[in-house]
């Protein structure tokens, strides 16, 4: 995916801001740094490229969300500390729960293609074909059943 330049970002300022926040509620880095946030991979290119449709929601979403920080806080979502902002989404969540559904499954497709994160979970960062990957061969006498009853179906 190709990151997105400045003048085509579908985002202003702040609501990319409040979605890196965000994502990294949703992914954090791992502990050893082996895996990246959410916040480092473009998820909002992918939700750009694969789920236009869906920008104008999050927009929508990402300035409520700021707009409940002031309300609640009186500063800004990203002003605030990191247990306040969890516990903002968190409500959040429970209250819209589509929202935040949405945008953790857009977040989890994106990740998992991510090549640095394919790479630190050892699946390697390449397409599965034509090396392909290894499949252990199943039990076929488990089919032997269903072989022995015949065709079930009519010829047409």
Same mark, same amino acid.
């Given at each position: 995916m190709a990151r997105i330049i400045g003048t085509d970002n579908p985002l202003s300022d702040d609501q990319q801001r409040v979605l890196a926040i965000v994502l990294d509620l949703i992914i954090p880095a791992s502990e050893d740094g082996q895996r990246p946030s =959410? $916040?480092?991979?473009?998820?909002? #290119?992918?939700?750009?490229?694969?789920e236009s449709h869906t920008l104008d929601g999050l927009r929508a979403e990402l300035d409520q969300l700021d707009a409940e920080a002031f309300e609640s806080q009186g500063e800004a979502f990203t002003?605030?500390?990191? $247990?306040?902002?969890? =516990?903002?989404?968190? =409500?959040?969540?429970?209250?819209?729960?589509?929202?935040m559904r949405t945008? =953790?499954?857009q977040t989890v497709t994106c990740y998992y293609q991510d090549d640095r994160v394919?790479? $630190?979970i050892g699946v390697g960062a390449r397409p599965p074909?034509?090396?392909g990957y290894e499949v252990p061969s199943g039990d076929?006498?488990?089919?032997?059943?269903?072989?022995?009853? #015949?065709k079930v179906y009519r010829e047409p």
């Open positions: =959410a $916040a480092d991979v473009d998820v909002l #290119g992918y939700i750009r490229e694969s002003s605030l500390d990191p $247990a306040t902002r969890k =516990a903002l989404v968190d =409500a959040k969540r429970e209250r819209e729960p589509h929202f945008l =953790a499954m394919l790479e $630190a074909f034509p090396q076929l006498t488990l089919l032997e059943p269903v072989r022995r009853r #015949g």
